[in-house]
């Protein structure tokens, strides 16, 4: 029933072993300070209460929970980066409310149920690293029914992007090379620049319309299953004439307490994955004003950026012009932590087919 | 006597087959347009001679050479990007002018001796990447008696600088991370910021006096075996107070003519590694006006940047205040397109070593 551990999961956690990753997620105050203020909002939920923090890096989540009256928190991370946490714990003297266990969620030992779970799981994507079944493997082990997640829903979102200066800078850069015609170049270039997804930052203006929701998931009832693949057809009609260069992907979060949810039921939220007024809204209905971390090309820039995935040749559309096709995401068998992205779409006529693998 | 080619070498070659590294490397304006300049001063040199380009790459070199008027041009390299460079010059109608060989200069063969050798072979720290050695055999091959070689000479330099904010944010940043001191962090963030060099863009304000030779070489002469172990000790006396954060490294070339050079002697040009008014001077001393090619940080940053060696500890030191040691640059045994870098220095009465590797 423990899933074994593998040589890709070894390598995933010793990548979290180097400092520098840590300082960066810490240094990115969208993140940090968003979850500082989650923890906050539910402190009536954490106070006196049983925590555990699923990936506790350098532990920072911890201390914030105990900094709100947790009575005991479990900081978990299969990393060396654990080592750490024990450092900064003790540091702080708060050794007699959070326990560092170094190991995986599968693996280490909690004798008590939980009232909270927090975790700062989200990859590239949302779903690169996998480490959303972490979450799910600790709540089905340990949380009490009624309990806290954080964060308790999240969303990914795919929309149709146009950036010419991108384009421009790494293809037709090739034009005219110091007076050379280096064109030979460029099928090498598109395919280099190309092949795989990018994690880069655009803006708003990249958009060509809203995007339209790949996944929706609700962390309490989410299963490992339905994560192994995500399957979603997609319907934009561009909002502007240009030439579409791919599509950009990103995610948002909700920090929505037990209450507002309807805790372990299958059932889905009010998605606007239907149109609305003939067209996609922007954005989830969001009845509970929960806090959202976001990281969409229009909210300020996140260590995430967002992640696009480039044709080799545009396509030139016009305002109103239907894309339709479909995305499929699933778990890479090569390793686990990587993803399958299948990309199919069609406008104007033609269509076509785009896979890619995050690594 | 051919040297074997290893996996080390093959995946060496294979680094160069992505087209980014090519884009980086072409678009660094210092960089390429030094070496167009430098084409068009030899141009007299060039125009109806027989010239080989080391690691031609897209072959943008080459094509200058054409330009100015060369009767043939070799274009060598062991990368699959020599395919490309075949397809630009097919495109620009120069097959008749410019000879892709896809293949090591050990194991291309050309018919013919050579009036000109052209290679941009420069690594980060100047000798990383190992790829001097094959201009060296280039040289050894085909190269006529008193044949040009661009760049002619290349110089090495070290000097001690003070960096105060990357100090702080990388180190420093732990002792209050949102409210918490987290500087338990700080020995793992030392070794994680510093245990390797560090290729980053400093300033003139960076460096506490100037620069020492760590090498001079000139390409004529220059052999195979003194590339393997280069040693040289400093004496520094920091002209401010300042903690002494670490060491960098640049280095620039030059491209003199062959008249200009000692052809084929062993002699040392006149480097000014001896103090002059009681210090050293800041550049090697240039009679010849020749074209120089500088990535020091007082000059326009190129892709190269400068490599710098960061100590765990800054060292506080006074105006006019000494630093002495050496340094060993040496091929590392478990790849010989690897660098250890010992680092020897003594400051205050304190000495220290430092060991470190480029990978």
């Known amino acids: 029933q423990r899933p074994p551990c593998t040589e890709f999961d070894m390598a995933y956690f010793h990548s979290y072993a180097h400092v520098g990753i840590h300082e960066e997620m ?18 009536s939920s954490i106070e006196g209460k049983v925590v555990v923090d699923v990936g506790c890096g350098t532990g920072i989540l911890s201390i914030f929970c105990a900094q709100a009256g947790a009575k005991r928190v479990y900081a978990v991370d299969a990393s060396e980066i654990a080592l750490q946490a024990n450092e ?20 280490v030992e909690i004798d008590e149920e939980v ?6 799981w989200m990859g590239y994507m949302l779903l690169y690293e996998s480490m959303l079944g972490s979450v799910i493997i600790a709540r089905d082990r340990w ?23 991108r384009y421009s800078e790494s293809i037709d850069f090739w034009r005219n090379v110091y007076g050379i015609d280096m064109s030979a170049m460029m099928p090498l ?10 994690v880069e930052t655009i803006v708003g ?4 319309t809203w995007p339209h929701v790949v996944k929706h998931v609700d962390c309490y009832t989410v299963t490992i299953g339905e994560l192994e693949s995500v399957h979603t057809k997609y ?33 889905q939220p009010s998605l606007t994955e239907t149109p ?28 995430w950026q967002q992640t696009l995935i480039y044709f080799y040749e545009p396509i030139d559309v016009e305002q109103d012009q239907l894309i339709e096709g479909s995305v499929t995401l699933s778990q890479s068998k090569e390793n686990a932590r990587f993803m399958n992205i299948h990309l199919e779409y069609a406008s104007g006529g033609r269509s076509f087919v785009k896979e890619s693998v995050m690594r």
């Open 88 to 107: 900064v714990v003790k540091a702080n003297n708060l050794s007699d409310t959070v326990i560092v266990l170094h190991g995986r969620v599968e693996d």
């Open 276 to 303: 609305v007024d003939g067209n996609q809204r922007k954005k989830r209905v969001n009845p509970n004003e929960a806090l959202v971390l976001s990281t969409a090309p229009e909210d300020p820039p996140t260590h």
């Open 205 to 208: 203006e990249n958009i060509l």
């Open 115 to 120: 009232d909270v779970i927090i975790s700062e």
């Open 235 to 267: 319907n934009f009609k561009s909002m502007m004439r240009a030439p579409l260069h791919g599509f950009a992907f990103w995610f948002d979060v909700e920090f929505a307490g037990p209450a507002m949810s309807p805790t372990h039921s299958h059932a």
């Open 189 to 198: 270039a598109k395919q280099c620049a190309f092949e795989e997804p990018c």
């Open 143 to 165: 949380l009490k029914p009624g309990g806290l997640i954080l964060p308790s829903h999240a969303t990914l979102y795919i929309a149709p992007v146009t950036h010419p200066d």
């Open 26 to 43: 810490i240094k990115d105050q969208v993140r940090t300070e968003t979850y500082r203020q989650a923890i906050m909002q539910h402190q």
